[in-house]
């Protein structure tokens, strides 16, 4: 009888089962990768052949020979398994054609439902079957709870050995007569003379020992001690403590844990010192502690630089001093106007100041600051509320004796300002606006400041140094300018500024020689908006400078052709005194005119006095830029600025222009005659604005002004009405 026979008739005696089934049993039974999972999962012992010539598998649960399996079946059973024990059984199914080997592996089956099975394969090289037809033939069982088992002792087992080589504590494990049946390396390297037989240990450590096993075994509970240990000259304290080892409910033996805490007391020991140091100073500390509270609070309340109340505090102070008011006026309850105490919030801005700040440095602006703080304290006396509130913005709640005498406690205030400071070693002159509200009851305090700051812009709109008084419809008014200040930012790009244009004339010839360019703006909504109402808004809010050189491009392009064609000789324009607070204009100017292809020595670059009057210094600088480049520089208003012409003497200017107020004013031929006259003495052109009579004409000529605008010759012309109106001026 061969061995695979042998083999079969043995495994029909091992399976017990009916005898062999036909194919509609197989495929009821192993003829799907559920029912392997099934038969695996009831412990059922399969046998199983393998053809390695022609891949053939046979699988059987109840007869032998087994059945062949259909190559797509054998493909899955044979995907249940991952590709590395794949790989495994490829390996070791060479392994047995080789060498004879038998098959022992255990391989994990991974099911479509989920679910897998650990499963051994045994078998071994069919010695009996035909030369050059090699064939496998063996059984597979399911091992999964005993794999698991063992997956749990290795996991146990490695857990163990993690616990046993941690670097923290050393581990001795002893029996109850003192044998030591276990311990980690930490154990040997921290204390190796514990690890001797208890008899050969020093008298010391073995002492403490055995005491502590003593106790142990004598209470069952875990007791501690420490010991000194001599290590390469130094001395190093261990802790010790020893449990009870228990082992299936019997007391085996004890387990010692062995700890170095030589730092952990050398820590202690220093901590102690520094108790002792810290105890010392806690006096010390609590009295700097409540140094540093008493400088919070102050900071909490006053500003550093000036030693007044900040924002938060002087809001706070004055909402106390609103709520101890009477209610706001009602029909039933007048208000008594001025008899008695009337309080009033002024809301105080150093006019220049951020100009002074940039010029001088900050440390001279935060000595001018301290400066006026000073100078604000004696002016209104004790008594009253008084703050910084940031920048150069001050704020404080005035009372005063009746109603008639606010307006005089303003311009104290203002003239008190406007006094020069000495400021390191300059002598520096300031104004200041106020943005003033009065009090008419109880009121929120925030809400004051509000009216006030609405109050302030507009005196800051107006010459330096005003004092506004809130109105009611100043509320209005304020929205309606911040609504024009977002309306502004595109109302170039929308198309909504034009450009018109103002002759001036040369009064000796009558000949038309140049023309003012002066911007208007028709607002889709509000209709057309002269310069004086939104000039001052771009101003305030940093839109000039960008509004000034689109000005400043459309003359340009549109002038242009007229001066080549000999109908113009020179172009005007504007620009605000706030440009020249930053660096940079005179070349922007020259870009424009590079552009735009415009003959700089055409151009006059009108300033108004403020400039001059602001600084000497920089207006000297800024004109001598421009007149270095080509261009013709004039003082714009003249006179409104009650500048001396003492003052001009000494800066390049190409023109002055007398404001209209002066020529159409009752002093007209005096004041204007010592313009000219001081002009032309420093051989600067005088043009006078507003000419609007024949009378007034005639009189400049007498004085030999140089030229002259105003409504006698034309208003404001579009350049189409320019075009036309110079056509019908050179005719005549």
Known sequence: MTAYAAYCRAARRTSQGPPRAGPAAMSRGLGSVPGLEQALAAQELLFWTFDVRSGVLGLSRRHLPPDPLDPALRAQFVGLFSTADQGTLTRSIMACLRTSSPLDLDLELHYPSGTAHWIQIGGALDPDAPAGQPRLYGMARNVTAHKREQLELAKREAQLQAVLAQDVLGIVLRDLSGQVLLHNPHALRTTPELLAEAPELGSAVGEVLRQLEREVLGTRR??????SLERAGRTARVALTLSPYWQDGDLRGTVTFIQDVTRRRSLELLSTQYARQLEERVVERT????????????A???????????????????????????????????DAESDGDVFVLALIDLDRFKWINDRLGQARGDALLTQVAQRLRLTLGSGQLLARLGGDEFAALLRVPSAAQVQGRLDQLQSTLALPFLVGDRDVQISAGLGVVVVEGQQDAGHLLREAGIALTGAKSGRGGSNVVFRPWMREQHLLRLRLRDDLRHAAARGELTVHYQPVLNLGTGATESVEALVRWQHPVHGLIGPGEFISIAEEHGL????????????CRFTRPLIRGGQLRRLSVNFSPLHFDHAGLTEQIEHVLDEEGFPAAALTVEITEGLFMRDHRLADTVLRELLGRGMQVAADDFGTGYSALSYMQNLPLSALKIDRSFVIGTRFPAIVHSIVDMAHTLNVQVVAEGVE???????????RCDYGQGYLFSRPLTPEHLIGWLAAHRAE
Do not use: C, K
Not at 287 to 298: A, F, G, I, N, T
Not at 302 to 329: C, H, I, K, M
């Open 222 to 227: 875990a007791h501690s001690s420490e010991l």
């Open 287 to 298: 009295l700097e502690l409540h140094r540093l509270s008493d400088h919070l609070r102050y």
């Open 300 to 334: 909490a309340e006053y500003d550093d630089l000036t030693g007044l109340l900040n924002r938060g505090a002087f809001l706070r102070e004055v909402q106390a001093t609103l709520d101890l008011l009477s209610p706001l006026p009602t029909p039933e309850m007048p």
């Open 544 to 555: 000039i400078t960008d509004l000034d050189l689109w000005v400043l491009r459309e003359a």
């Open 693 to 703: 009579t024949e009378q007034q004409l005639g009189a400049l000529r007498q004085m």
